[in-house]
């Protein structure tokens, strides 16, 4: 078999770093493997070596990409109109904490899917910081004039992850209404 073109390889990475991102916040980081990983991306297990040194810089860059364009489009207008601006929060939080977000934890939100990995992962990790820094910026797009984001931001991950830990008993759907009320309100 010969050499991939450097554009090949350069989109064989992205496909790697793609489905690392969806598959870690669906299954945890500890319960993907390298080989798995490559099986769903589509390449041999022996290439993940060209593309990266260890697993922990896979998790690296694919926290990065999971919180790429993460709410880019949930305070439209937010910089012109108070009224925008709280609409478009209001849409966000209805979409955040309703069940096909709660089911669709491979492309849902990274602040929910990565947490349990983040909190046992290494304190100076480059995912960390990047987790971190995903967290900021959820708190400030859900702030407004009169709190920082914080307590919404909180309410909003921790229903959804307390939804996804019992989907399929009635709980997990009034763990989302409740949160969804208390936030809106």
């Known amino acids: 078999m010969g050499r991939v073109s450097k554009e090949q390889a350069q989109e064989n990475r992205r496909r790697i770093v793609d489905t690392a991102s969806r598959l ?3 299954q945890g980081t500890a ?11 589509g390449l041999t297990h022996g290439g993940f070596y060209k593309h990266f040194d260890s697993k922990e810089a896979l998790v690296d860059e694919a926290t990065a990409r999971a919180f790429d364009g993460v709410g880019t489009s949930d305070k439209a207008g937010a910089d012109t109109d108070e009224d ?12 955040y904490l309703s069940p096909e977000h709660r089911d669709d934890m491979a492309g849902g939100c990274p602040t929910a899917g990565l947490a349990t990995d983040m909190a046992r992962g290494a304190t100076g990790s480059a995912a960390r910081h990047t987790y971190a820094e995903g967290v900021r910026e959820f708190a400030r797009r859900m702030a407004d004039d009169d709190d920082d984001g914080l307590v919404r931001l909180s309410t909003m991950v921790g229903a959804l992850i307390l939804a996804r830990a019992v989907n399929g008993d009635p709980l997990s759907d009034a763990l989302l209404a409740a949160a969804r009320a208390e936030v809106s309100a």
Do not use: P, Q, T, Y
Request: no cysteine.
């Open 24 to 26: 870690f916040r669906e």
């Open 31 to 41: 319960g993907v493997s390298v080989a798995d990983l490559m099986k769903a991306a």
């Open 84 to 95: 925008a601006a709280n609409d478009a929060r209001r849409a966000f939080v209805e979409n």
